[in-house]
């Protein structure tokens, strides 16, 4: 698992926006499989909180410099669902200390309920990307939807967070972003169970909506948001 790779560049500039979607590296770093002919810097790009019911959705994009890649593989930086709240937050920090540049883009809950969530997800990764202050030479994006106009060469890799360590950073980083969000929202929506569920359908969520219905950061166009309350 690295975070700065050589690749063949010319190969990279002209076929990194078209790599197979569902493409398998066999459980290895991805980047280690492109031919060793320039040195180019790499960003992680990761999204959270896709399947959600409230709340916005986060996108991280992280670059790691050589050095910090044998105390993150050491401190086992693996998918940010595999992970304990607590290890994530130790973790994370970590990340972002040793980061060249870590930035965050998100799509708000009327972005999701406008153009879908698949599209506000991508429009998250991408505003990540664009704010990273560190050109990166290649975008490794998690899963198999290339980022529309992107002005940095990418490659999607399906389960990239269990794969590369880059993407793995980036959705530790995003995660704790998310849920910190989450946890400073609660105190102005409590019915719903926040703190504990971080906006994601939970048997109590959803019965709080079908109690007091929608908040204004819920997700209309999901189907258990879409709650009629009779008073």
Known sequence: MIGYINIDLDSALSNASSTTPGASTGGTDH????????SVLIAGVDEVGRG????????????????????????????????SSYRRLKLAEKICAVALDWKIGFASTAEIDRINILQASLLAMKRAV??????????LVDGNQPLKNLPVPQQTLVRGDEQSLVIASASIVAKVWRDALIVRLASKYP??????????????HRQALQQYGPSPLHRLSFRPCQVVVRR
Do not use: M
């Not at 994009?61 to 998918?79: C, F, M, T």
């Open 52 to 83: 959600a019911l409230f709340g916005p959705v986060v996108a991280a994009a992280v670059i790691l410099p050589p050095s910090a890649w044998p105390e993150l593989v050491a401190s086992q930086v693996r998918d940010s669902k595999q992970l």
């Open 130 to 139: 664009l704010k990273l202050k560190v050109q990166p030479g290649l975008c």
């Open 31 to 38: 980047s280690t499989q492109l031919a060793p002919q320039h």
């Open 191 to 204: 019915a719903y169970d926040l703190v504990a569920n971080k906006g994601y359908g939970t048997e109590r």
